[in-house]
């Protein structure tokens, strides 16, 4: 198993407390989750993307890349790998253009993943793990679609959320909980593996001068009250409504 870590802000904030500082932070489940990390930042329009292949818990790299990152969206993974060897193409999360993707779980239907994949995204792939497969699948379904160059809108949500009804429907496809961002919304889904939500700030009484926040995490990370992700949900969490961060939750039904 992996562990993922998203967080959605309505302003620019440093994400340390999470990824370094707290007893649950990224880091110390980098103890567990040893083979590889890696810190996928959107601020100012753009990506800051930093990966390694040691144990965050015991990698100074890590740590003062937690330090420095600042940003108003965060996807970030320390991985235990099942599928491909300890090497850095094999870091989440992978990046192409505006999309970064991270995963936790194994894909098991590979084959059909791969016959899924559009030659221009199959020639893209630098590692060997199910995960940058899977990740080449959804791009080649969003550039189908012409979706790829867009920012996330409705039509943006169906599409991911065929996509996910798709492989739910096969018999043994594996699990498959991710995040999916274009630096302006985060996909999160559960299939599988665990997964939480904390909303923090313009709601919880506050300062309103405090970050309004979202995180999903694949454990709860601190002692707030993280409400558990019903397996089979998938979640989409934005910045550009209203100025702050607002969950749409879409629930597949089988």
């Known amino acids: 198993m992996c562990r993922l870590l998203g967080i959605v802000s309505s302003r620019p904030v440093d994400f340390r407390t999470l990824l370094a500082e707290r007893p649950r932070s990224l880091a110390a489940l980098g103890e567990e989750h040893g083979d590889g990390w ?3 930042a959107f601020s100012r329009g753009s990506w800051q993307i930093h990966k ?73 792939i630098g590692g060997e793990t199910d995960s940058e497969s899977f990740f080449a699948f959804l791009l080649t379904r969003l550039d189908a679609a012409g979706l790829t160059n867009a920012p996330a809108t409705r039509a943006t949500d169906d599409l991911v959320a065929g996509v996910v009804a798709e492989c739910r429907a096969r018999a043994r496809f594996g699990s498959f909980n991710f995040l999916l961002s274009d630096g302006e919304s985060c996909y999160a889904h559960r299939f599988g593996r665990s997964l939480y939500v904390l909303e923090r700030g313009a709601r919880d009484g506050s300062s309103s001068r405090r970050a309004h926040a979202v995180f999903v995490a694949s454990e709860a990370m601190t002692d707030e009250r993280w409400e558990e992700v019903p397996n089979g949900t998938l979640l989409r969490v934005t910045s550009r409504e209203l100025g702050h961060p607002g969950i749409v939750t879409m629930h597949i039904e089988f």
Request: proline residues 1%; hydrophobic residues 40%; aromatic residues 8%.
């Open 38 to 40: 890696g810190l996928a």
């Open 52 to 124: 390694g292949t040691r144990a965050a818990s015991r990698d100074a790299r890590f740590r003062r890349r937690a330090f420095d990152l600042r940003g108003e969206l965060l996807v970030s993974h320390v991985r235990k790998r099942t599928v491909g060897a300890t090497r850095r193409a094999n870091a989440h999360p992978f990046s192409r253009g505006r999309w970064v993707f991270a995963h936790n779980g194994t894909v098991d239907d590979r084959a059909w993943v791969a016959r899924q994949i559009s030659g221009a995204r199959a020639a893209e």
